[in-house]
């Protein structure tokens, strides 16, 4: 088994699920797709789930409209005929734009959590299949842990 191609010709994001390594998550952007071949080659039984990674949505909001929607959602079209199994838009934040982009997508939606991300409740009635946290729970541990830190040189 190895990775398919994007339709753009490059290798798509692929995040790990499957088996006891659910929580793990594998990027995989660029033409070599070494690392998605090394997960295959150690862990057979692994299921690998393929996303459609949209930059679009990592601009500035103000820069978010049907326009970029429409976009994602032709983009979706064709990598899920590549056989491609969600569409990730980190960065997309009005949920309107989501809702829109959640019922017009041939594959689930997966949405990156912000601090100015609607609730999770809302993100779910409104299309969304999955989210990601990104680097928010690293960051927030990082910074509890500097404030420890400080605290106890201090003491």
Same mark, same amino acid.
């Given at each position: 088994m190895t990775p398919r191609q994007s339709p753009e010709g490059r290798c798509p994001v692929i995040r790990v699920a499957g088996g006891h390594l659910q929580a793990i998550g594998l990027r995989v952007l660029g033409p070599r797709c070494d690392r998605a071949t090394q997960v295959i080659r150690f862990f057979p039984?692994?299921? #690998?789930? +393929?996303?459609?990674? %949209?930059? *679009? !949505? @990592?601009?500035? $909001?103000? @820069?978010?409209?049907? /326009? =970029? %929607?429409? +976009?994602? !959602? +032709?983009?979706? @079209? =064709?990598y899920r005929h590549a056989g491609a199994h969600g569409l990730f838009a980190p960065g997309? #934040?009005?949920?309107?734009?989501? $809702?829109?982009?959640?019922? /017009? *997508?041939?594959?689930?939606?997966? %949405?990156?959590? @912000? +601090? *100015?991300?609607?609730?999770l409740k809302a993100l779910a009635d409104h299309g969304v299949a999955r989210v990601s946290h990104g680097p928010r729970p690293y960051l927030l541990a990082m910074q509890a842990l500097e404030a420890a830190a400080r605290a106890a040189s201090s003491s």
């Open positions: 039984s692994v299921t #690998l789930f +393929e996303a459609l990674l %949209v930059k *679009s !949505f @990592q601009r500035p $909001a103000a @820069q978010h409209d049907d /326009a =970029r %929607v429409s +976009e994602a !959602f +032709e983009r979706a @079209q =064709r997309l #934040l009005d949920i309107r734009l989501i $809702a829109r982009l959640a019922a /017009a *997508s041939p594959l689930p939606l997966n %949405v990156m959590v @912000q +601090e *100015s991300t609607a609730p």
